[in-house]
Antibody, heavy 123, light 108 residues
Framework: EVQLVESGGGLVQPGGSLRLSCAASGFTFSSYDMHWVRQATGKGLEWVSA???????YYSGSVKGRFTISRENAKNSLYLQMNSLRAGDTAVYYC?????????????????WGQGTMVTVSP | DIQMTQSPSSLSASVGDRVTITCRASQSISSYLNWYQQKPGKAPKLLIYTASSLQSGVPSRFSGGGSGTDFTLTISSLQPEDFATYYCQQSYSTPPLTFGGGTKVEIK
């Protein structure tokens, strides 16, 4: 079964750090771009970051310089290191698989999603 | 950044109704438009990619159309399991990849 399982969420103080993990199974992890998408409670979806098959990282402006995406293909795992956390980062964080329909990493859709992990930034 | 605007933000409909949701991009995105369905407490699910291609396993009552800046998601005959929130997402230009604000489909 194709599956993504996130972990690592929790309560952290403003300015603190947290590392999210996403374990993939049921597919050749190294062949896919991977993404993080977040959703604040009662709000819409916001793309956060992506990493290409070659390890090339991409970030939204709101997290660039604070978050670092990485992958470990040998462990079928995706990570998101989050530093200098703010109240506005409070959300459910989903990892998602990107399936390309063209040559560029962003010309794609998110076809598999994890169940999400909650990150709460509060004093 | 490309802004994606969905309308309406919510709608009420009955089982069996034909429902159409609109998504407008702030600039042309060709056909690089995806649609997702999200139910409360669940992860989003891909319905349509490249504006009109039906994702495997998605019922044929869902269809997508449009190109350039204006897109539609149509449910031909609304079923009880279709009550959810729907999001469009552009994959033409990045960063960032952007989503619409969502359309909540509720039971009338």
């Amino acid at each position: 079964e194709v599956q993504l399982v996130e972990s690592g969420g929790g309560l952290v103080q403003p300015g603190g750090s947290l590392r999210l993990s996403c374990a993939a199974s049921g597919f050749t992890f190294s062949s896919y771009d991977m993404h993080w998408v977040r959703q604040a409670t009662g709000k819409g979806l916001e793309w956060v970051s992506a990493i290409g098959t070659a390890g090339d990282p991409y970030y939204s402006g709101s997290v660039k310089g604070r978050f670092t995406i990485s992958r470990e293909n040998a462990k079928n795992s995706l990570y998101l290191q989050m530093n200098s956390l703010r109240a506005g980062d409070t959300a459910v964080y989903y990892c998602a698989r990107g399936v390309r329909y063209s040559s560029s990493w962003y010309e794609s859709a998110f076809d598999i999603w994890g169940q999400g992990t909650m990150v709460t930034v509060s004093p | 950044d490309i802004q994606m605007t969905q309308s309406p933000s919510s709608l009420s409909a009955s089982v069996g109704d034909r429902v159409t949701i609109t998504c407008r991009a702030s600039q042309s995105i060709s056909s690089y438009l995806n649609w997702y369905q999200q139910k409360p407490g669940k992860a989003p699910k891909l319905l349509i990619y490249t504006a009109s291609s039906l994702q495997s396993g998605v019922p044929s009552r869902f269809s997508g159309g449009g190109s350039g800046t204006d897109f539609t998601l149509t449910i031909s005959s609304l079923q009880p399991e279709d009550f959810a929130t729907y999001y469009c997402q552009q994959s033409y230009s990045t960063p960032p990849l952007t989503f619409g604000g969502g359309t909540k489909v509720e039971i009338k």
